[in-house]
């Protein structure tokens, strides 16, 4: 008599040992690979700093001066409002970003809303995009509703409250500001110029100041700010009623700085160089590096 047919498989146990084995190996693999992918879009962010530091010093050689960090006829009264048309330092080193093309179609002499700039101003130029954001579309501005490119990346207006004289920060980019590499006493490699901004904290853009528009930190509608955030930040003053707010923290701004990264904020330093501040910078020192000319001694930890 033949013999019943034995069947080949693997029992419920064997099963469930090869799941477990697999789990365990993803779970390894999984943040190795994120560990990996961060690194690369963090010398991908480093290097579009890099770029920008290039062609703010390009500029700088050329027009023998660092862009401003908006554009303004402003009104000639005691606390000067502003007018327009508001471009900012990021459209102004456009040609030494190899975006040719894109300055030369820009009204200039307009502001930025005009309709004669519409297709322009919502473009998104890859270098002002840090890869580890992934929401780094074009966005409609609040208050006056037009939609711009995204930038993470913010000019430094100083540590004051730029709403308070827009025309006098102590940082590199202002209101109509022309400051020279010589201008930075302090030091190109003790002040910073250029900061990321990730849009989990404000959403920002290269274009510049749009008139009427307003600005919040993602997901809290009651702390609105003027358009100043689109393309400027502040370190904040030595006050003890509301301490410097340092990169990271965890009560920010809309004027603040913030990244994706782990540990610190990507930034670009006035010798072109770039660094990560950490997250543990002591506020004295964070304070610091926003001014060009404080004649401040910041130690090199």
């Known amino acids: 008599m033949a013999g019943v047919p034995r069947r080949n498989g693997f029992t419920l146990i064997e099963l469930l040992v090869v799941i477990a084995i697999i789990a365990v190996l993803v779970g390894l693999l999984v943040p190795a690979v994120q560990k990996v992918r961060e690194a690369a879009n963090r010398m991908s962010c480093t290097n579009n700093l890099k770029q920008i530091g290039l062609a703010l010093h ?21 606390n000067p409002a502003n007018l327009g048309p508001g471009w900012g330092w990021g459209s102004r080193i456009l040609p030494f970003l190899e975006q040719d093309n894109l300055y030369r ?74 400051i020279r590499i010589a201008d930075l006493s302090d030091g ?66 809309a004027e603040d700085f913030a990244s994706n990264h782990t540990g610190g904020v990507n930034f670009l330093q006035g010798d072109g160089a770039v660094r990560m501040i950490k997250n543990s910078i002591r506020p004295a020192a964070w304070v610091a590096l926003g001014t060009r000319a404080g004649g401040e001694v910041i130690q090199e930890d």
Not at 63 to 77: E, I
């Open 188 to 253: 190109s490699s003790n002040t910073l110029m250029i900061g990321e901004r990730s849009s989990r904290l404000c959403k920002s853009t290269w274009t510049g100041f749009v008139l009427g528009a307003v600005t919040f930190p993602v997901g809290d509608p009651d702390d609105a700010e003027e358009p100043y955030p689109l393309i400027l930040g502040h370190t904040g003053m030595m006050d003890p009623n509301d301490p410097p707010h340092t990169p990271n923290g965890p009560k920010l701004h």
């Open 105 to 178: 179609a820009i009204r200039f002499d307009k502001p930025i809303a005009d309709p004669l700039n519409a297709s322009n101003r919502s473009l998104v130029v890859k270098t002002f995009q840090c890869p580890s954001d992934n929401h780094m579309q074009a966005f409609r501005t609040d208050g006056n509703s037009i939609e711009v490119g995204p930038s993470n990346y913010v000019g430094m207006f100083g540590s004051r409250e730029m709403a308070d004289d827009p025309g006098r920060g102590e940082g590199c980019f202002f209101r109509n500001s022309r």
């Open 58 to 78: 390009n500029h700088n050689d050329t027009f023998g001066s660092f862009p401003a960090g908006y554009m303004d006829f402003q009104s000639q009264v005691v």
